[in-house]
């Protein structure tokens, strides 16, 4: 009942000529993915050109990153409908990368999250714990309050746009997964305490992706866990080829 979502996250990676040829090269290898909603997150400044070339394809586009005002006086930001106005649909907020290096907070993610739905995009929404968090047995306190904090004030229907991606920040470009029962575990708590906040429907059709050294060998594993509902790929989505293996990974 919840469409499988493997989304690629190419971080500053990716000159405009070497994103649009990675899609190019993409496209025909995903076209017979089955059932599966294929996003890939360029740097802002191949977004437009990625959505030309993307055009007529399943594969759909989203930003890393999104301000929260539609425009005004600040140097350097990028607003939801913009995105919109270069072809997102789509648009990842509270990537931990931006929690650790960039001040990001769940009232910035809160905030950014509110003007990505107003805008018309779906919200990519991540949470994860650090491995100090997980060796402190704080990992369900940090993603309760990380989810709480970032989704205060949405309603039942909000959820319809809202995609969570749960990134064990551990886990991420170090080649060391969660194992599929680690995933499965949180996976799991943040469905009951989505269930808890928003009621039965809403959690039943959220869509929950595990992000961190996502790969062609252990996508499976993880994608047959009942509360894993897709991918958020970092390293793997930057070559077509394994990208595409994520996204067949059902065919
Ligand atoms: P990784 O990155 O697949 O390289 O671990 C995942 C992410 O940060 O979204």
Not at 13 to 42: D, M
Request: aromatic fraction near 8%.
């Amino acid at each position: 009942m919840r469409k499988p979502f493997i989304a690629g996250n190419w971080k500053l990676f990716k000159t405009i000529a070497e994103s649009v040829a990675l899609v190019t090269e993409l496209a025909p290898l995903v076209a017979t993915a089955n059932g599966v909603e294929i996003v890939v997150a360029p740097v802002f400044t191949s977004l437009s050109c990625v959505a030309d070339a993307i055009a007529g394809t399943e594969i759909k586009l989203a930003a890393q990153d999104c301000y929260w005002e539609e425009e005004g006086a600040f140097t350097g930001e990028v607003a939801p409908r913009l995105l919109k106005d270069a072809g997102c649909s789509h648009v990842i907020i509270g990537h931990s990368e931006r929690r650790q290096y960039f001040g990001e907070t769940d009232g910035t993610v809160n905030k950014k999250t509110a003007a990505a739905l107003a805008a018309g995009l779906v919200a990519i929404v991540c949470v994860g714990e650090t491995l100090a968090e997980r060796e402190g047995e704080r990992t369900f306190a940090v993603i309760e309050s990380q989810l709480l904090g970032g989704l205060a004030g949405f309603a039942e229907a909000d959820f319809s746009r809202i995609v969570v991606a749960y990134e064990p920040v551990w886990a991420i470009g170090t080649g060391k997964t969660a194992s599929d029962a680690q995933a499965q575990e949180v996976h799991l708590f943040i469905r009951e305490l989505v269930t808890r906040q928003f009621g039965q429907a809403t959690a039943d059709g959220l869509r929950i992706l595990y992000g961190g050294s996502v790969k062609p060998d252990n996508v499976k594993g993880l994608m047959a866990q009942p509360d894993i509902d897709g991918a958020l790929v970092g390293g793997a989505s930057l070559k077509a080829e394994s990208f595409a293996a994520i996204a067949t990974f059902n065919v």
